[in-house]
T-cell receptor, first 114, second 112 residues
């Protein structure tokens, strides 16, 4: 049973460019959350998608947007990249009723903005 | 903002010893979770303790929760070199909706 799959693994982009990161949730999970983890820090919540809608958003600018598809997979888009967007981007999936079961994380996408 | 704060920031022990990490948080929670991260890759869920629970065990892991002090501890018994990783506590806070709030983590080094 595959866990959470993220692609690509690594990515180098130039400041001002746009990037799309992809996530396939664990089988049976319908909720996808995205987190940003800067070097030496804990993950920060970006947003969560459920039923193809953004259900909750963290303290991130509108340059960060997302999408969830009918098969529950998800994309994270970041426009007008800044050097400060360099980080590990983590996707986490959960079943709807995940309140007491924890999240399954992917291995992440390492984004470097130069 | 990061609600959870782990202590110590770094811990170095020898194989066979026990490792204890602490987490403090600021607001009321539904549950508290511990995750492990190897070499800056994905997080692995270790254990979840609900706000009405005081202690929980899973294999060599023991987690305690003291909601009156807003703190939790993770004990890893008989540590192995493979336990070398960063450990994060994450709170599912009452007023945070679906977001998990992570601390900055404790970096654990277990030497043979």
């Amino acid at each position: 049973d595959a866990g959470v799959t993220q692609s690509p693994t690594h990515l180098i982009k130039t400041r001002g460019q746009q990037v799309t990161l992809r996530c396939s949730p664990k089988s049976g999970h319908d909720t996808v959350s995205w987190y940003q983890q800067a070097l030496g820090q804990g993950p920060q919540f970006i947003f969560q998608y459920y039923e193809e809608e953004e259900r909750q958003r963290g303290n991130f600018p509108d340059r960060f947007s997302g999408h969830q598809f009918p098969n529950y997979s998800s994309e994270l888009n970041v426009n007008a990249l800044l050097l400060g967007d360099s980080a590990l981007y983590l996707c986490a999936s959960s079943p709807t009723t995940a309140a007491n079961y924890g999240y399954t994380f992917g291995s992440g996408t390492r984004l470097t903005v130069v | 903002s990061q609600q959870g704060e782990e202590d110590p920031q770094a811990l170095s022990i020898q194989e066979g010893e026990n490792a204890t990490m602490n987490c403090s948080y600021k607001t009321s929670i539904n549950n508290l979770q511990w995750y492990r991260q190897n070499s800056g890759r994905g997080l692995v869920h270790l254990i979840l303790i609900r706000s009405n629970e005081r202690e929980k065990h899973s294999g060599r892991l023991r987690v305690t929760l003291d909601t009156s002090k807003k703190s939790s501890s993770l004990l890893i018994t008989a540590s192995r070199a493979a336990d070398t990783a960063s450990y994060f506590c994450a709170t599912d806070a009452v007023n945070s909706g679906y977001a998990l709030n992570f601390g900055k983590g404790t970096s654990l080094l277990v030497t043979p």
